[in-house]
C-alpha cells in the first residue's frame, strides 16, 4: 500500500509493482500527462516534480525530482506536486506567471518541468523569507544554476527562463494559490500517511533496521538493493529490465546517520547528497564545489554517497575524493561490522570488496588537519550534470617546503577509481617544484593506461591528468607566493571564474 | 452621428474589440523587447504577443502525441534495430517475438503491401530492411503489444543473424571513391585557377565539423486511427504533415484522400521532424490498418537517435588568393558533406552549404564544390540551417586564417571583404541587395559592443596570463530565405468566419514552438481589425490544407503569412461590398473608405461616420448570404536557379546579423567559459519582437551547442556511442553567457514585399555562434608561436581545445595548422 498526497488529495494505491516509476504512475494510471518524458534516464528534467516532505515542524518542504527514474512505492509517507497542481482555475503560481509574461516557453515541453524546479525554488524562498519572497534579493548564478541546472531546454537558450526565475519573486505572494493551499493540516496529513500500512505482501520492502534487513536478504536473496534509485533504475528504463522485487534502504536509521566526530564526519551510506552538502560546505569546500557539478538538483536530492561507492563506477565523482582524503568504509554484515580504508574497497571494474550478505553502512571522512589541503577538479564536456571524463583528487601539506603526505586520486583514469602511486611518490618529500612536478607527471604516465571512450580519448586523459598537476603546482605556487603581488600585477589566474576552486 | 445598431445580434463576444489596436507592426520596437527583459515584466510593445499556448505549457495542459487519451484497444508499438552498421540480413526469426506476453502483431519489409521505399526526393530509405544493412539502427521489423513495455521486450526477443561487412565510416575516403548518395555539383564564377595564379597571398586550410543530433524534446511519436473506409487519421510530431500523408497512403496503397494528418504541436523539431517524423507513421498506419485498432508509436530517446539522421557532418578546405589587404580576389572551396547511407535531402543540404560557402564576403573568381558522400550512418537530414552554417564555418574560418596570416584583425579582414558596391553577385550569380545593411548592423554592433576597447584590454590581459587566455571574435551571418527547390515556395491558408464573429484560421505551416501560429493570427487578426483573442489555428491538418510544404527553411511565417493574409483580404473584400451594398447603400461609400479596425467596421468621420460591430456585420453577412471562408494562397516572386548553370536567384532576399563574443580558455585543462556575448540581428520590421528574440537566442545558444559540447560519437564498426544525453551535452542553463545583450537591427524593414517587410528568423541566428568558435580560436592563436590561428575542430570540446594547443606546443613552426607555409613559399617565389 502506498499512501501519499498528489497535488493535496490524499491517493491509497495497491498492488503497484515495485519497479513502477512516478512518471509511469502518473501518465498512465493516473490520466496526469502534465509530466513528460524526455529521456527517462534523469538527464533532461522534463519529467520533473516536486517532493514535499514533512520537515518535523509542521511543514512541508519541496525538493525537485526526476519523476522518470523515482520509484512509485517512494512516495509513500510524501506530497507528490505535478504541473497540474499549480495553477487555481486561471490563476497562475507565480513561478506559471513569471514564464508566461518572460516569453520562456517555446516549445513546451520541457516546460513543465522548468516549472516545477521553479515552484521549489519560490517554496524554498518563501520559507528563507518568512513568506515575503518579494523582500530577497536576486537569485546568485549559483543558486539558479543549482536549481534549473538539471533542465535542458532545447528552444529558449534558458535567458527568458533565467528572467522568469528573477521575476517570479516579485509576484504577489497571494498568486501563489495552489489548488490545494487550501487544504489545511496538509502537512500533517502527509506525515501521517507516512504511517506503517499493513503488512500487505508487496515486493517492495522497507527494512526499519539493519537486523531486519539482513533477515529480508537472507530470505529473498533475489531481491534488489534500492536507495535513490538514480543508478538502478536505469536498468528499467534502459535496458527494460524487470525488478520484481525490492528492498529500499532508505529507511535504516543506520544508514541515515550525518554525525561529526572527534575523528571525522560519519555518512550513512543512505544519505542524500542534498543533505550532506551544507555539511561538505563547512568542512571540505572543495568537495562541496564539486558537489555543484554532480548531477543535478533532482538527483542530488535523492543519490546517496554509498549509492556513488557501492556502484563502484569508475567515474563515479565521490570515490577519488574519498581516495584523497584516506577515508574508510563501514561494511555491515550478519556477522557485524568492519571497517575498511577506502582504497582497499575497489578491486576492479565494477568490483568491490563488500561481501555477499554485506552493505555499506557508512562513510568516514577524517576532517582536515590544520594545514593540509584539498583541491577536487573535475573535467568534462559540459560543466553541469555531466560525468567525468577525468577526475582529479589531490590532498597534501606543506611542511617547511616540502610537500607531505601526498595523495594524487583519480576518476576515469583507470577501470577503478585509483591513487596514482608512482606520481605521490615523486612528489613526496619534495619542494613544490617545476622539477619535481615534471617528475610526478612522468610517473602518471606510468600509472594508468585510460581508455578511450565516448567521454574521450586515452590521450586525452593522459594529458588532462598530467596538466590538472601542473595546476596544482601552480595554485600552490601561486598561493604561497601571495603576499608577494605588488597592487600592480594580479595574481596570476589558474582557473577560469565558472571552475573556481 | 449614424450608427447602424438596427441589426440584432446575438453574439458579438464582448471581447473582440478589445485588443484590436494590438498587432501593429510598424509599432515594432526591439528595445522594448530587449529593454523589459531585467525585471522580467511583459513586454509593452503591442506586436510582442505571448505564445498562443503559453499558458498551455506552463499548466501542463498542452497536449503532446503521447498526451492524447489512448483510444479504446490502442497497440503500442516498438521498432527492432540492427545491431551492426553494414552487412546483409541471412536470418530474422521473429517467432520469439509473436511468443512474448501482450504481442498482437509482428511486421517486416514482406508485410509492406504499397511502396516499400520512403525516400523523399530520391530513392533510398527503405521503410524496413528487406535485405542490405545499411546503418546500426536501421529498421528490421516492428512489434505492436498491448502495452509500450511489452512491445518494446518483445522487439529484443527477436533472433537475428547478419552477415556483417566493413563498414563504410569516411566521408572522405567514399567521396574520393565516388561513394556518394547524389552527383557532385558545382558552383563557378570567373576563372579560379587564374585568381589564384596571380594572388599576392595564397591562404589554404581545412576543417571537420561534427554533426548535431536534433535533441527535440518530444521524440518522435505517432498516433494513428484506421477509419471508414480503407483510410487512416494520423496524428503526428511532424514538420511536414502532406508528405506523411502522401507516404502514408503510398504505403498502404490507397489513395490520398484517404488518410488525413493532424499536427497541432511539436515539442521541437529543428529539422528532425521534416522527412524523419514519416517512417514511423506509416508503421503505425501498417499496423492500424491490418489490426483494426488504433496504434500508437513513441521512440525512446536512445532508439530515437540510433534511428534519426542528424545534421551533416562535413569535412571541407580551402585554398583562397587575397591581396596585401587581406581582400579575396578568388579561389577553390571544396565541400564534403557526410551524408550517412541515402539521399533524404542531402542534395539540396550540400546545395545550401555551398549557396553559403561566401557567408558575407564576395569571393571573387571562385569555384565551389559540393560532394555528398555515402557513409553506412543514419540518414542525416535537414537541421536549422540546413548545410548553410558548414558552409558558413570555412570561409570564416578562412577570414581568421588571413587575419593571422597578414597580422590584422580579423574584424578588419571581414569588414574589408563584405559584399559591397561593384563587388555585390555571389559566386552563384545572385545580386546581393540591401548591400549597406550590413556595413551599418557591424559598425553598431562594434560599437555597442566596444569591440575595440575590448581588443586592447584583451591583448593586454593575454600578454600577462600564461595560463588563462581570452578571445574575441565578431563575426556575422547572411542567410539566403526560400526553399532552393522552388515549388516548395508555397503556400495555402483556411479561413473560416463563423456567425457569432469568432475566426478559424488553417494555414499549411506546423508549430513545433517557434511562434508561427501566433505570428498567423496576429497577421490576420490585423487585417481584420480583431483582437488575437478572437482568431483562432485548431491544427494543422492535411484535410483543411491540401498539398502543403514542410515547416522549414525558416519559411513558416513568410508564406503562410502571406497565404492568411490572402484570405483575410479576400473576406474583408467581400464584406466592404457587402457592406456598400446592403448597409450603407445610400451612404456614397467607396471601397477605399471603409476599414475595419478595432473590432468594427467603419467608414467616415464626424457626422458622416458609419459603424457597425464586426459580429453585427458577420451576423448581417450571414444573414444576406455571403461565404464567411476564404482561401489563401501565395507563391514566392522572383526566384530561380539553373542548376545545370549552377546559376540563378535561389533566394527571395537575405537575412542579416552579427554576434560579438568572449570565450575565456585554461590552456592546461581546455576548458572554457563564453562570458560576453552582443548580438545585432536584423528581422526587418518584426511580426513579433518577443518571438524574434527567442528564436535569435534559442537558435545562438544551440549553434554554440554544436560547435562545444556537442559531440557525437560512434565506434569503429558504425554504432552510435553518444546515444543518450548523459552522453550527448546540449547546453545546460549554466552555458547561457552571462552576459548576452539581443537587439533587433532598427530601421530595415525588407527590401522585398514579403509578409508586412519582415524577415524570416527561424535559422539565420543559429550561425551567429561561429563567432563563439571564432573567438575560441582567437584565444589559441594568443599561445601559437608566429601569427598562428590553430586549426580547431569543431565540436571545440575542452579535449579538443587542449589537443589543439597541444599540437601547437608539439609542432612548434613545423606545421602550422589552417595556414601552409608551402603557399607563402609559392608567393615569395
Known sequence: MIDFHLNGEPQSLDGLPPDTSVLELLRTRLDATGTKEGCASGDCGACTVAIGEPDGHGNLRYHSANACILPAHQLKGCHLVTVEGLAKGDVLHPAQAAMVDCHASQCGFCTPGIVMSLFTLYEASSHESGSQPATLAPYSQARLEAALGGNLCRCTGYRPIRDAAQAMLAYPADQRCVTWDASEHLAARVAESAQDSPVDGSLYHRPKSLAELFALRRDHPSARLVAGATDLWLERTQQLKVLPELIDLRNLAELQVLEEHDQGLHIGAAVTYARFEPVFEAHFPAFSRLLHRFASSQIRHRATLGGNVANASPIGDGPPVLLALDASLVLEGPEGARELPAQEFFLDYRQTALGAQEVLGEIRLPWLPEGRQLKVWKLSKRREDDISAVLGAFSWQLEEGRLRNVRLAFGGMAAIPARARGAEAALEDQPPSPAAFAAARQALDNDFKPLSDVRGSSAYRRLAAANLLERLRLKIVTSTSQGANTPNTPAMEVTLDAYAD | ?829
Open chain 2, 1 to 829: 452621428m449614424r450608427t447602424l445598431t438596427k441589426l440584432s445580434v446575438a453574439a458579438s463576444s464582448p471581447d473582440m474589440a478589445s485588443e484590436a489596436s494590438s498587432v501593429d507592426a510598424n509599432s515594432a520596437d526591439s528595445k522594448s523587447a530587449d529593454g523589459k527583459r531585467v525585471d522580467g515584466k511583459r513586454v509593452d510593445n503591442k506586436a510582442a504577443q505571448q505564445h498562443e499556448s503559453a499558458i498551455k505549457h506552463v499548466t501542463g495542459r498542452a497536449t503532446y502525441i503521447d498526451d492524447l487519451p489512448a483510444p479504446a484497444k490502442a497497440l503500442h508499438i516498438a521498432l527492432g534495430l540492427s545491431p551492426v552498421a553494414h552487412g546483409r540480413l541471412e536470418r530474422l526469426d521473429l517467432d520469439p517475438v509473436r511468443a512474448m506476453p501482450g504481442v498482437v502483431d509482428v511486421i517486416t519489409f514482406h508485410d509492406v503491401p504499397g511502396h516499400t521505399d520512403i525516400g523523399p526526393v530520391f530513392p533510398g530509405d527503405p521503410l524496413f530492411v528487406e535485405n542490405e544493412i545499411s546503418y546500426a539502427g536501421q529498421c528490421l521489423f516492428a512489434v505492436a503489444a498491448e502495452s509500450h513495455d511489452a512491445a518494446r521486450r518483445a522487439a529484443k526477443a527477436a533472433i537475428i543473424e547478419i552477415d556483417e561487412q566493413p563498414a563504410s565510416l569516411d566521408p572522405v575516403a567514399a567521396a574520393e571513391k565516388n561513394d556518394l548518395v547524389r552527383p557532385t555539383h558545382v558552383q563557378q564564377s570567373g576563372d579560379w585557377q587564374q585568381s589564384l595564379d596571380n594572388a599576392r597571398h595564397i591562404v589554404s586550410g581545412e576543417q571537420f565539423i561534427g554533426g548535431q543530433e536534433h535533441f527535440y524534446l518530444e521524440g518522435q511519436a505517432c498516433l494513428v486511427t484506421p477509419s471508414e473506409d480503407e483510410g487512416v487519421v494520423v496524428h503526428t510530431s511532424n514538420q511536414h504533415p502532406s508528405e506523411t500523408q502522401k507516404l502514408v497512403a503510398e504505403v498502404l496503397g490507397i489513395a490520398f484522400h484517404a488518410v488525413t494528418v493532424e499536427v497541432r504541436r511539436m515539442g521541437g523539431g529543428f529539422g528532425g521532424k521534416e522527412t524523419q517524423a514519416s517512417p514511423w507513421a506509416c508503421i503505425a498506419a501498417l499496423i492500424a490498418r491490418r489490426t483494426q485498432r488504433p496504434a500508437r508509436l513513441r521512440l525512446s530517446r536512445g532508439d530515437d537517435m540510433r534511428l534519426t539522421g542528424k545534421r551533416h557532418p562535413f569535412h571541407s578546405r580551402y585554398r583562397l588568393g587575397v591581396d596585401d589587404n587581406g581582400v579575396i580576389q578568388g579561389g577553390d572551396m571544396t565541400l564534403i558533406g557526410d551524408c550517412g547511407y541515402s539521399p533524404d535531402l542531402s542534395e539540396a543540404i550540400v546545395d545550401r552549404a555551398m549557396f553559403h560557402a561566401d557567408n558575407a564576403y564576395f569571393l571573387g573568381a571562385a569555384r565551389v564544390t559540393g560532394h555528398r558522400a555515402r557513409t553506412h550512418t543514419a540518414s542525416n537530414t535537414a537541421f536549422r540551417g540546413f548545410g548553410g552554417p558548414q558552409g558558413m564555418m570555412l570561409i570564416e574560418q578562412a577570414m581568421d586564417d588571413i587575419a593571422h596570416r597578414l597580422g590584422e584583425d580579423p574584424l578588419t579582414i571581414r569588414k574589408r571583404n563584405l559584399y559591397r558596391p561593384g563587388r555585390a553577385t555571389t559566386h552563384y550569380g545572385q545580386e546581393v541587395e540591401q548591400l549597406d545593411l550590413l556595413h551599418t548592423l557591424i559598425g553598431q554592433l562594434e560599437s555597442s559592443s566596444d569591440y575595440w576597447v575590448r581588443r586592447d584590454e584583451i591583448s593586454a590581459y593575454n600578454a600577462r596570463s600564461p595560463i588563462i587566455r581570452r578571445g574575441l571574435a565578431l563575426t556575422p551571418v547572411k542567410f539566403g530565405i526560400s526553399f532552393t527547390a522552388k515549388h516548395l515556395n508555397q503556400a495555402g491558408a483556411l479561413l473560416h468566419v463563423y456567425t457569432d464573429g469568432s475566426v478559424m484560421i488553417n494555414h499549411g505551416g506546423t508549430e513545433m514552438g517557434q511562434g508561427l501560429h501566433t505570428k498567423v493570427c496576429q497577421v490576420v487578426a490585423r487585417e481584420l481589425g480583431l483582437a488575437l483573442s478572437s482568431v483562432r489555428i485548431s491544427a494543422t491538418r492535411t484535410d483543411k490544407v491540401p498539398n502543403t510544404s514542410p515547416t522549414a527553411a525558416s519559411s513558416g511565417a513568410d508564406l503562410n503569412g502571406q497565404a492568411a493574409r490572402d484570405a483575410a483580404l479576400t473576406l474583408r473584400e467581400r464584406l466592404f461590398a457587402f457592406a456598400l451594398e446592403n448597409l450603407w447603400p445610400q451612404a456614397g461609400l467607396k471601397l477605399d473608405d471603409l476599414q475595419l479596425k478595432d473590432g468594427m467596421l467603419m467608414a467616415g468621420s464626424g457626422e458622416e461616420s458609419y459603424r457597425i460591430t464586426w459580429g453585427e456585420l458577420v451576423q448581417a453577412a450571414y444573414i444576406g448570404r455571403v461565404s464567411l471562408s476564404a482561401q489563401g494562397f501565395y507563391s514566392t516572386p522572383l526566384i530561380h536557379y539553373d542548376r545545370e548553370a549552377a546559376k540563378g536567384r535561389p533566394f527571395y532576399y537575405f537575412a542579416y546579423g552579427a554576434a560579438v563574443s568572449e570565450v575565456a580558455v585554461d590552456s592546461l585543462s581546455g576548458e572554457y567559459q563564453v562570458t560576453r556575448v552582443d548580438i545585432l540581428h536584423d528581422v526587418g520590421d518584426s511580426l513579433n519582437p518577443a518571438i524574434d528574440i527567442g528564436q535569435i537566442e534559442g537558435g545562438f545558444i544551440q549553434g554554440m551547442g554544436w560547435l562545444t559540447s556537442e559531440e557525437l560519437k560512434w565506434n569503429d564498426a558504425g554504432r552510435l556511442l553518444s546515444d543518450g544525453p548523459a552522453t550527448y551535452k546540449i547546453p545546460a542553463f549554466g552555458d547561457l553567457p552571462a552576459t548576452f545583450n539581443v537587439e533587433l537591427l532598427k530601421g530595415h524593414p525588407n527590401s522585398q514585399a514579403s509578409i508586412y517587410r519582415s524577415k524570416a528568423v527561424g535559422e539565420p541566428p543559429f550561425m551567429l555562434a561561429i563567432s563563439v568558435w571564432s573567438a575560441l580560436r582567437d584565444a589559441l592563436a594568443s599561445l601559437a608561436p608566429g601569427g598562428q590561428c590553430p586549426r580547431l575542430d569543431t565540436p571545440a570540446t575542452p579535449e579538443r581545445v587542449l589537443m589543439a594547443i597541444a599540437a601547437m606546443q608539439d609542432h612548434g613552426d613545423k606545421h602550422p595548422a589552417g595556414n601552409s607555409r608551402e603557399d607563402d613559399a609559392h608567393v615569395q617565389a
